[in-house]
T-cell receptor, first 113, second 119 residues
């Protein structure tokens, strides 16, 4: 089955700097890769996603890149702000009838003011 | 529109007790899911449902049962709770993920979670 590895487990950056979180997946059939942000005491919320037919996607300060050959994808946050502090999860999925997501173990991001 | 709601928010059980966690969504979503979240392990899928009256096993189904009698509700049951089931439980729902429909919101929406402690 699919396995998703996520690095680093914790990341501390200065406000205004960039943050990069990386994930690798094992199943070459995976074709949908969402990223979730989880704030303390809340459920995960989708912040950006990418499909396997696209190499990069941007939404304001966040972007995701996908390398299908190497089977890895990354989340990039530019001009970080204290409110970006949270736990971020990557996930991978095969877009079949079940739509099951396999999650990475999470990255705790701390943005220092 | 409340989205996905979970009941209760927090519960303490003794080993061997049973309980049911309720998930409700008002978005008319076909798919619903139950996950557990443990430190350092991300979210792991327990069971899921692709429609009313249907359920299927996820990654870690042992010790849990589910039912989807109504489209808007997805129940997670623990028949005989064990300390290993201490966790935070999240419910999620989504549209049918068919690419060629061009749905805008093709994602899983999560509830706020239920914290369960089994002593």
């Amino acid at each position: 089955g699919e396995n998703v590895e996520q690095h680093p487990s914790t990341l501390s950056v200065q406000e205004g700097d960039s943050a990069v979180i990386k994930c690798t997946y094992s199943d070459s059939a995976s074709n949908y890769f969402p990223w979730y942000k989880q704030e303390l005491g809340k459920g995960p919320q989708l912040i950006i996603d990418i499909r396997s037919n696209v190499g990069e996607k941007k939404d304001q300060r966040i972007a995701v890149t996908l390398n299908k050959t190497a089977k890895h994808f990354s989340l990039h946050i530019t001009e970080t702000q204290p409110e970006d502090s949270a736990v971020y999860f990557c996930a991978a999925s095969i877009m079949d009838s079940s739509y099951k997501l396999i999650f990475g173990s999470g990255t705790r991001l701390l943005v220092r003011p | 529109n409340a989205g996905v709601t979970q009941t209760p928010k927090f519960r303490v059980l003794k080993t061997g007790q049973s309980m049911t966690l309720l998930c409700a969504q008002d978005m008319n979503h076909e798919y619903m899911y139950w996950y557990r979240q443990d430190p350092g392990m991300g979210l792991r899928l327990i069971h899921y449902s692709v429609g009313e009256g249907t359920t299927a096993k996820g990654e870690v189904p042992d010790g849990y049962n589910v039912s989807r009698l109504k489209k808007q509700n997805f129940l997670l049951g623990l028949e005989s709770a064990a300390p290993s089931q201490t966790s935070v439980y999240f419910c999620a729902s989504s549209y049918s993920m068919v690419w060629d429909r061009g749905l805008e919101k093709e994602t899983q929406y999560f509830g706020p979670g239920t914290r369960l402690l089994v002593l």
